[in-house]
């Protein structure tokens, strides 16, 4: 299985970064960097897919994938 891809962005709103997991509703993580914010969100990605199964709710493969855009030059 492949796993799940992981958005990470500079807040300047929150003042830190933010890392989510769009093929999860609602599991993203907050850090001072970007490492803490891997780190917790791949803790709220185990804690997110435990409680669905604990729960019988079904859990959706991995089917994000960010669009990468190029210009000419």
Known sequence: MK???INIF???EDGGYIADIPDLESCSAFADSPEGALA???RA???W???ARKAGKSVPLPRYRPAI???AR
């Open 3 to 5: 796993d799940y891809h």
């Open 10 to 12: 500079y807040s300047e």
């Open 40 to 42: 917790e969100v791949e």
């Open 45 to 47: 990605k185990e804690a």
């Open 49 to 51: 897919l435990g409680a």
């Open 69 to 71: 855009y190029q210009t």
